[in-house]
């Protein structure tokens, strides 16, 4: 059943059932059918990094808000690692080439190889120049191409293994970040506080507890009922839920039956 404002609607079994009314019954003037106890669901909130815990406002009673930081574990040398990471990924990324920069001056030498060779076919047209320096203008042109294939397909191969390396860089800083990101103590669910576990500045280890919580506005009402009654109990049938009120006297609320089991 869930509470909200005035409105609880309870979660019922046939042992809520029999909870229930047993609830109203306390002051002897109601009669009830079941007995039982309410329950939420508890959840241990634990920590996900090692170290000392630098600061913690968690208290028992406390109601927290899904989200809500409540502190942080000391992160000091990861981000220090960050750092080192960080220089690293620079010096590798500043390694990389200009491929552009680099095969300008070969471009240049091979627009001159080519004006070259225009110009001598125009001299063997007119037998001016031998059939030899045009063939030569045309090697010089097949050398200056090779070399340009070369230095570019080296500086490519260097570009690619430095980005290769730049990107491992990042996965190690992705890793960094995810620990950094653990360190903190945030709060998943909302939820009132039921116990404490852990102090600000005591060392910690992944997976201890730091405290236990509950969202307590929708809690389970788990009741009893004789095997007489359990052939009068069905899913979903709407039954009262009779409770001490804090100023005497009982409250009625309302609740349905979600789940029955037979022991």
């Not at 220089?87 to 500043?94: E, F, R």
């Not at 225009?118 to 037998?127: A, F, T």
């Not at 070399?147 to 570019?152: N, P, W």
């Not at 653990?182 to 102090?199: E, F, M």
């Amino acid at each position: 059943m869930n509470k909200n404002n005035n409105d609880m609607k309870k979660v019922l079994s046939p042992l809520v059932f029999i909870m229930v009314i047993l609830l109203g019954c306390n002051n002897g003037n109601h009669k009830y059918d079941a007995s039982g106890t309410f329950e939420a669901t508890e959840t241990i909130i634990s920590a996900e990094a090692n170290g000392k815990i630098m600061t913690l406002t968690v208290n028992e009673g406390d109601v927290l808000e899904a989200g809500e930081q409540l502190g942080y574990i000391d992160s000091t040398q990861l981000h220090l690692t960050k750092l080192q990471l960080l220089q690293s990924q620079k010096a590798i990324l500043s390694g990389k080439p200009d491929i552009k920069a680099q095969l300008e001056a070969l471009q240049r030498e091979l627009e001159n190889a080519l004006s070259d060779k225009k110009r001598i076919e125009n001299l063997v047209k007119g037998d001016v120049a031998s059939q030899k320096q045009l063939d030569d203008a045309t090697t010089r042109i097949a050398v200056i191409e090779a070399r340009i294939a070369a230095q570019k397909s080296a500086l490519t191969t260097t570009t690619t293994t430095l980005s290769e390396q730049s990107q491992t860089i990042a996965v190690q800083l992705a890793q960094v970040e995810d620990q950094l990101k653990k360190c903190k103590i945030i709060n998943p669910i909302q939820g009132t506080v039921l116990a404490t576990y852990a102090q600000p500045y005591e060392m910690i280890s992944a997976g201890r507890p730091i405290y236990k919580i509950a969202d307590l506005s929708a809690i389970n009402l788990k009741a009893y009922i004789s095997s007489d009654q359990f052939i009068n109990v069905k899913l979903g049938q709407t039954v009262k839920v009779l409770v001490d009120a804090q100023e005497g006297g009982v409250k009625t609320y309302e609740g349905t039956v979600e789940w029955i089991k037979n022991i």
